[in-house]
Nanobody, 118 residues
Framework: QVQLVESGGGLVQAGGALRLSCAAS????????MGWSRQAPGKEREFVAR????????YYADSVKGRFTISRDNAKNTVYLQMNSLKPEDTAVYYC???????????WGQGTQVTVSS
């Protein structure tokens, strides 16, 4: 089992920046891909970004490409999402997730709220 705890959400003005963190505990010796998804009110959860367990490969949704950066520090069992040039449409609950390499997400955090005001 892997437990994931997100932090770093909050309220920010459009154009601002936030950095989300996700701390993993439990079977962290295993090699997991990690990612971020988000869910806005009244919408389905959507993919945001994903990073290979080695940190060498990343994927982004088109809507955040060039503005968001996913990274990880395996020594700290932590994955980050640096969000720049935030837009009101980025407002959502952001969830951290873990998966075996190339697989579907098996583990989810409880989510952290990000609100971007116009």
């Amino acid at each position: 089992q892997v437990q994931l705890v997100e932090s770093g959400g909050g309220l920010v003005q459009a154009g601002g920046a936030l950095r989300l963190s996700c701390a993993a505990s439990g079977r962290t010796s295993s090699r997991y891909d990690m990612g971020w998804s988000r869910q806005a009110p009244g919408k389905e959860r959507e993919f945001v970004a994903r990073i290979h367990w080695s940190g060498g490969i990343t994927y982004y949704a088109d809507s955040v490409k060039g503005r968001f950066t996913i990274s990880r520090d395996n020594a700290k069992n932590t994955v980050y999402l640096q969000m720049n040039s935030l837009k009101p449409e980025d407002t959502a609950v952001y969830y951290c997730a873990g998966a075996v390499p190339g697989g579907r997400y098996d583990y989810w955090g409880q989510g952290t709220q990000v609100t971007v005001s116009s």
